[in-house]
């Protein structure tokens, strides 16, 4: 079957790094992408990764590496409004972009 | 405003009785998906359109319909709910298979008594 594993829940105190892996197992793979999740709120899309390495967005980096169907998410200077469920999701085909979601990372920040 | 909506964001009703979420973009976006967010189980995606009168099954497909008449909306349909139908919906799209960014609708939460 396809699957993706991440933890569960992951705590950190404000001002610190935190990195969140995600592990796949897909039939495909045609990229692997990130979304948080506020309480309540719709997912909002963070990065992509298609190609090995480290792509940087602000605070936030996602790091892919294919040969070990691996990746994470990489957040520094934690501020208490990242507070939230953060998800990978990959995508499996390139003909009908279909996207396979971890069951998603709950992350803590306190103060 | 870029978005994409849900109606209605909030639904309680009873078993066996029709009912029709709506969803709607205003990016031209030519993909379309409806997924279900269930405790501990992710988001698992129900159907997909990559265009206008083109629809296919997702992960989980078993009591919805869905219809993409025009490119902005993409309807979900439940002819019969049941209980196991409860669960947090979302609608989302992106312009194409060029990206994997998509852009979710704020939620409806089905309740099926």
């Known amino acids: 079957g396809q699957s993706l594993e991440q933890p569960s829940e992951v705590t950190a105190v404000e001002g610190a790094i935190v990195q969140i892996n995600c592990t796949y197992q897909?039939?495909?793979?045609?990229?692997l992408s990130w979304y948080q999740q506020h309480d309540g709120g719709a997912p909002t899309f963070l990065s992509y990764?298609?190609?090995?390495g480290l792509e940087e967005t602000g605070r936030f980096s996602s790091f892919l590496s294919r040969s070990d169907s691996y990746g994470y998410l990489l957040l520094q200077e934690l501020q208490m409004k990242d507070s939230a469920s953060y998800f990978c999701?990959?995508?499996?085909?390139?003909?009908?972009?279909?996207?396979?979601f971890g069951q998603g990372t709950t992350l803590q920040v306190k103060p | 405003e870029a978005q994409v909506t849900q109606n209605p964001r909030y639904l309680i009703t009873v078993t066996g009785k029709k009912l029709t979420v709506t969803c709607s973009q205003n990016?031209?976006?030519?993909?379309m998906s409806w997924y279900r967010q269930d405790p501990g189980l992710g988001l698992r995606q129900i159907y997909y359109?990559?265009?206008?009168?083109?629809?296919d099954k997702g992960d989980v497909p078993e009591g919805y319909k869905v219809s993409r008449k025009e490119k902005r909306n993409f309807p979900l349909i439940l002819e019969l709910p049941s209980p196991n139908q409860t669960s947090l919906y979302f609608c989302?799209?992106?312009?194409?298979?060029?990206?994997?960014?998509?852009?979710f609708g704020p939620g409806t939460r089905l309740t099926v008594l």
């Open positions: 990764n298609a190609l090995d």
């Open positions: 897909t039939s495909g793979f045609y990229g």
């Open positions: 999701a990959v995508r499996s085909s390139s003909n009908t972009g279909k996207l396979i």
């Open positions: 359109s990559m265009n206008v009168e083109v629809t």
């Open positions: 989302a799209s992106r312009p194409g298979l060029s990206t994997d960014t998509q852009y």
């Open positions: 990016m031209n976006h030519e993909y």
